[in-house]
């Protein structure tokens, strides 16, 4: 599979939101006409404005940055990661179905408690993930994969006890998917 090309940020190395919505169309793309799979994983770090009031604004934008390096080392070979601002990432898993991609989602948010424990902090730093991956065929779309990832992190968040360290890869309510304008069953859930 060809490597897929987007610009980054000059600041902290990684994809910016429009450089990220270019890739995840061009990796769609791509993984239709391949009848491939592609995942993507939609991650946000709990309790992140509590350590930023705690310690201050310079040490959270430090952890911030050490945490992007981190994740950057931890990610599966071929995937980009995006920051969105703020706490939130995006990671773009090309040839990754929902089983895999959950599989990459837990090894992540394990081996980020495990590195971010080490912070003083009187709340400990995990990351809350959302797990999205195309169905099979070509009737999809780039922006459905992104907001099902991005909605399943908010359903963990604010739904999942506690609202805190989960990856979710599993079914919504069915009123959450007329908010995406996505059809219930349609994407693949774990």
Do not use: C
């Not at 991650?43 to 992140?48: G, Y």
């Not at 003083?120 to 999205?132: D, E, M």
């Amino acid at each position: 599979m060809p490597k897929l090309v987007a610009e980054k940020i000059e600041l902290s190395g990684l994809l910016d939101r429009s450089a990220l919505q270019g890739l995840l169309d061009q990796a769609a793309a791509q993984a239709i006409a391949q009848s491939q799979a592609l995942a993507v994983l939609t991650l946000d770090v709990d309790h992140f404005k509590d350590y930023q009031d705690d310690q201050g604004l310079a040490q959270a934008e430090a952890a911030l940055l050490s945490l992007a390096k981190f994740l950057q080392t931890q990610l599966p070979a071929g995937a980009s990661l995006a920051h969105l601002g703020a706490d939130s990432f995006v990671a773009v898993l090309p040839g990754q179905d929902i089983t895999a991609a959950l599989a990459s989602a837990e090894s992540l948010r394990e081996a980020v408690a495990l590195e971010l424990s080490s912070l003083a902090s009187p709340t400990p730093l995990t990351i809350s993930l959302g797990v999205a991956a195309s169905p099979t065929g070509g009737n999809w779309s780039a922006r459905g994969l992104l907001s099902l990832a991005d909605t399943r992190m908010t359903f963990a968040k604010k739904r999942l006890l506690p609202h805190h360290n989960h990856s979710w890869a599993g079914n919504l309510p069915s009123d959450w998917y007329a908010r995406m304008d996505i059809e219930p069953g349609f994407w693949p859930s774990v």
